[in-house]
């Protein structure tokens, strides 16, 4: 458990790249497993989470490999001709990993077992067991519905029509994964729109996918059986990742920093649009497409941040920001309310009671609700910092370690962390990037 303190810092400068998109790395190896032949994957994350998925594909029968180039070069196998693996897939502190992946060997028939860290162990898997469960493949779970878990897959699967009861994009993939191998055609009704990697990227090799509506939701459709074709993917910077260093420079006086080559997906980028609403100056560079998404640089100024009331219907295109937006509040002038944000209680930690109490550890005001946290920030104050001798607890999280180093950078006497091992999880190279963009 490596503790670490964050100090004040002078001033973010330069032009960073934040590392590939976490979310299409994931669904970039697990597709390219899919397709008969080779496809290739230029600046795919090379954290923790992706490398499980990794390393799940290649005993699962794919042929991976990265080249010295740092390309890595995907050998597919076929859409329902994976290999039953022969020891557990283990698939580490990684959620996406595990619901894509139960998807996908839904409808392959053989059976397999998904084990995680603590921090994974503890997170609901009903929510893909049940629709999955409707298609025909059997789960003998830990108490709870949580891993340890035991998967057999159903051949043929059954294709239904479902709608999801959470916004949770990792479900709606389960399901569409699941009908890749399925006769017919299976269907998700989206009520909230979630990120739509999948759908985008699933499109481009080859399936065939259809968009359209149904009582003004939206409906995905897919035909099973699919013939995927090998691609050749080139993966964002990742906003998530960006968005520590967008409110990192936002927060410390003097700071003008660029980002290069962010996902600007509008089903991602609520963060952009929450820190503007707050006064931030985040000024988007050369919008363009990569790899059929858009992106942008992204030029960053120190801002006079003032509190906001965020709309909760912008949570689904920043659920994994707003430990760090949590940050960017507890700074601003005035007080910020959010709400709607049941869901981050089952992250890799409960953000809302883990940010609470590591903010309040921090100095700052937090009120902890149900569904939200209200922040009533320092105008622009730098936060007391945590008491000597008290670390902020990240719980396994590598969002509660990324954003408490933020905070710390505009702390008077530091912020320190219990452990920062978790980062590498999503942004292996974070600290060496912070220490760079502080000289
Ligand atoms: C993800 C979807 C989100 C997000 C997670 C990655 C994905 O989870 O929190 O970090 O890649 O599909 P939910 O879909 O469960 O909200």
Partial sequence: MPAHTFHSSGPLKGTISVPGDKSISHRALMFASLAVGESTIEGLLEGEDVLATASAMRQLGADIERADNGTWRVHGAGVGSLIEPRQALDMGNSGTSTRLLMGLLASHGFSATFTGDASLSGRPMNRVIEPLSQMGASFEASSGGTLPLMLRGALPAVPITYRLPVASAQVKSAVLLAGLNTPGITRVIEPVATRDH???????????????????????SIRGEADLVPQHVVVPGDPSSAAFFIVAALIVPGSDITIRNVGMNVTRAGIVHALRQMGGDIEEIDPREVGGEPVADLRVR????KGADIDPTLAPSMIDEFPVLFVAAALADGTTRTSGLEELRVKESDRLSAMAEALTLAGARVEEQEDGLIIHGTGGDPLPGTPAGTYVETKLDHRIAMSMGVAGLASRDGVSVDDTAPISTSFPTFMDLLAGATQ
Avoid: P, V
């Fill in 302 to 305: 120190h801002s006079d941040l």
């Fill in 198 to 220: 999948t759908e985008r990227m699933l499109a481009r090799f080859g399936a065939e996918l259809e968009i359209g509506e149904q009582d003004g939701e939206r409906l995905i």
